[in-house]
Every structure is written in C-alpha cells, then in structure tokens.
C-alpha cells in the first residue's frame, strides 16, 4: 500500500491501495510449444479528492440567455447592403448638416463686425475734426493767450492734448478697420526699414532746430534775446506733440500696426496749423525777426514732410495693387 499526501494550502490526497501481483506462472500447453501468459495485475480504481481549486485553473464560465434580450441587428431591411449604405447616407449628412452649422456660426460674428465697422468710417474723421479744426479755427487766439504767461502756455498745451486724444482715437479707430474680421487672419504690417529711417531722421531734424535756436538765445548768440517763457508759449506745445508723435511711431512700429502709414500724417497735417498759430502768436507777444524765420522754416520743413508722406501713401497704393495682380495670376498657374 503507498500513500501520497501533498497540498500545504488545498487539501488534495492520493492514496493508491492494494495493488498485488500474483505470481507469474509459465504454462506450456500440447498445441502450443511455447506461449507467455502475462501477469495478471488486480488493482482497485484510486480516488482523488481535492477541496479547493488551484490557482492556475480556470474558473467556469456560466452563460444565462437573456430572454429581454431582443435581436435588433439590421432590422431597417432584410439587405445588409441596403442597411450599411443607408447608415453611411444618414451620417454624411449630419456631418454636413453640423459643418453648415459651423460655417454659419462664424460668418455671424464676421457680418456683424463689417456692419459696426460702417460707422467708423465716418466717426473717426469726425472726431479728428472736433479736436483739432474747431478749436483752432473757431476759438479766437485772444482768449486763450493773455500773455507771456504760465496761464496761455497751460492753454495751448490743453488744446494740443486735446487734439492728441481725437487722433488716438482715430488710429484706433482705423486699426480696427484695417484688420481682418477673421481671427485667423494675420492682418499685422511691418514698414521698411528704410520709411522707419527717414521718419525718424525728419522728427530729430523738428526737434534739432528749435533746441539749437533756444541754445542761441540763451547764449547771447541770436539778438535781440528772446524769455523762456515766450519761447515756450510759441514752440512749448509743438516740441511736446512731436515728442507724442515718435512715440507713437515707434509704438506702431513695434506692434505691426496697419496705421503706420497714416499716423504721421495725422500729427504732420496738425503740425503745420500749430506752426501756423505760433505765427500769429509771435506778431501779439512782439517776438524778433530770427524767431519768425524760424517758424516760417519749420512751417516749409513740415509741408515738404508732409508732401513726401503723401507720396508715400500713393506708392504704397500702387504696390499693393500689383502684388494684388501677381497673386492673381499666380493662383491659376498653381492649378
């Protein structure tokens, strides 16, 4: 009898009992000379008892139909092919149903602004007019300036700031126009190098002559010797707005503004009725004859300025007209 127990965690024994052997006989019978009789082995059938399944044996896997459980596969018809193709047909056109959709909701937002973009057509012009003509043209010079004064020279400081305000709002105002409704179009413009150059050569230039003409009078260069605080009320105002002026450029400039272009005809085209009022000014506050030609020169230094900006804005116009054309005809080439 042998016994064999193992298992430490599952409870499983094998036990192999009473196998005999009986003796091996060798008959030998008339008929046949030699013949083997083979052993017979009398055994009992052994039992394996296990409690706890092994680890590496699956579990059973138990399926219960669900008589809930309707068949509803392609039920449309009885074709399979005429069911795929109609589910293909039904998603095409939802998804061009949702891309309209799309496309509507962002062309709304693009017709609205090119219907609020109308009014600044005429609103910015409008507001440069009521900051910088009526006061000038409208407002007598008696009124403002009683004197060689701090009091005219805070005055015509406060119609210059004035008139600073309209024209960054008309440059903002004209940003707005010139750039795209699209978001995803890029609409920023960086001038040439050579227009930033010229610009800021022509600005140093307003600011050089009367710094240098105010150094002459206070050095006894230039007689008859003319106060500071009339300097200041005739050409105060005009250093601080050519000051506001490359600050602006620059600012467009850096921000890649479409209104680069115009900016300085802006301020230029104002430049030259301050000067203008400097004339007027000079004659009541008795100023010497070198400071008349001098504004008289800045006055013919800023019209060639503003003449030459002008032609700017004519051959930019031109340029892009041409670009317009080769990008025209580029497109069916590329076809």
Same mark, same amino acid.
């Given at each position: 009898?042998?016994?064999?127990? !193992?298992l430490?965690?599952a409870? =499983?024994?094998?036990?192999?009992? !009473?196998v005999? !052997?009986? *003796?091996?006989?060798?008959?030998?019978?008339?008929?046949m000379?030699?013949? %083997?009789t083979f052993?017979?082995i009398? !055994?009992?059938?052994?039992s394996i008892?296990?409690s706890?399944?092994s680890?590496?044996?699956?579990?059973?896997?138990?399926?219960?139909?669900s008589?809930?459980?309707?068949?509803?596969?392609?039920?449309?018809t =009885?074709?399979?092919?005429?069911?795929?193709s $109609?589910?293909?047909?039904?998603?095409?056109?939802?998804?061009?149903?949702?891309a309209e959709?799309?496309?509507d909701a962002k062309n709304?937002p693009?017709?609205?602004l090119?219907?609020?973009?109308?009014?600044m057509?005429?609103l910015?012009?409008?507001? +440069?007019l009521?900051?910088? %003509?009526?006061?000038?043209?409208?407002?007598?010079?008696?009124?403002?300036v009683?004197g $060689?004064?701090?009091?005219?020279?805070?005055s015509?400081?406060?119609?210059?700031?004035?008139?600073n +305000?309209?024209a960054?709002l008309f440059?903002l105002l004209?940003?707005?126009c010139?750039?795209s409704?699209d978001?995803?179009q890029?609409?920023s413009?960086?001038p040439?190098?050579? @227009?930033?150059l010229w610009?800021m050569v022509?600005?140093v230039?307003?600011?050089?002559?009367?710094?240098?003409?105010?150094?002459?009078?206070q050095n006894s260069v230039?007689?008859p *010797?003319?106060?500071?605080?009339?300097?200041a009320v005739l +050409?105060g105002?005009y250093?601080?707005?050519l000051?506001i002026?490359?600050?602006?450029e620059m600012?467009t400039?850096h921000w890649k503004s479409?209104?680069?272009?115009?900016?300085?005809v802006v301020y230029?085209? @104002?430049?030259v009725?301050?000067?203008?009022?400097?004339?007027k000014?000079?004659?009541?506050?008795?100023?010497?004859?070198?400071?008349l030609h001098?504004i008289r020169g800045l006055?013919c230094?800023w019209?060639?300025i503003l003449?030459? *900006?002008? %032609?700017?804005?004519?051959?930019?116009a031109?340029?892009t007209?041409r670009a317009?054309?080769?990008?025209?005809h580029?497109?069916?080439?590329a076809?």
């Amino acid at each position: 009898m042998a016994s064999l127990t !193992h298992l430490p965690s599952a409870t =499983a024994a094998v036990t192999l009992r !009473h196998v005999r !052997h009986k *003796q091996l006989q060798l008959l030998k019978t008339r008929g046949m000379p030699n013949r %083997m009789t083979f052993p017979c082995i009398s !055994h009992k059938p052994f039992s394996i008892c296990c409690s706890n399944q092994s680890s590496w044996e699956p579990a059973p896997i138990t399926y219960v139909p669900s008589d809930n459980i309707k068949d509803n596969f392609l039920e449309g018809t =009885a074709n399979i092919f005429e069911t795929m193709s $109609s589910s293909k047909q039904a998603e095409a056109e939802s998804s061009l149903t949702e891309a309209e959709g799309v496309t509507d909701a962002k062309n709304q937002p693009t017709l609205q602004l090119q219907y609020l973009q109308w009014p600044m057509w005429l609103l910015g012009p409008a507001i +440069l007019l009521a900051t910088g %003509m009526v006061p000038t043209l409208w407002l007598p010079i008696s009124s403002v300036v009683i004197g $060689s004064n701090i009091a005219s020279l805070l005055s015509l400081t406060g119609l210059d700031c004035i008139y600073n +305000l309209g024209a960054n709002l008309f440059l903002l105002l004209a940003d707005s126009c010139a750039r795209s409704p699209d978001s995803n179009q890029d609409s920023s413009s960086k001038p040439p190098f050579s @227009y930033q150059l010229w610009n800021m050569v022509a600005n140093v230039m307003g600011l050089v002559i009367p710094l240098v003409v105010l150094f002459g009078s206070q050095n006894s260069v230039l007689q008859p *010797q003319l106060p500071f605080i009339s300097y200041a009320v005739l +050409l105060g105002p005009y250093l601080l707005l050519l000051s506001i002026q490359i600050l602006t450029e620059m600012l467009t400039w850096h921000w890649k503004s479409p209104v680069w272009l115009v900016t300085p005809v802006v301020y230029e085209a @104002y430049r030259v009725l301050q000067l203008m009022r400097g004339l007027k000014l000079s004659a009541e506050l008795s100023a010497p004859a070198w400071m008349l030609h001098t504004i008289r020169g800045l006055v013919c230094w800023w019209v060639l300025i503003l003449g030459m *900006q002008l %032609m700017r804005v004519a051959w930019y116009a031109g340029f892009t007209a041409r670009a317009h054309q080769k990008l025209l005809h580029a497109l069916p080439d590329a076809d």
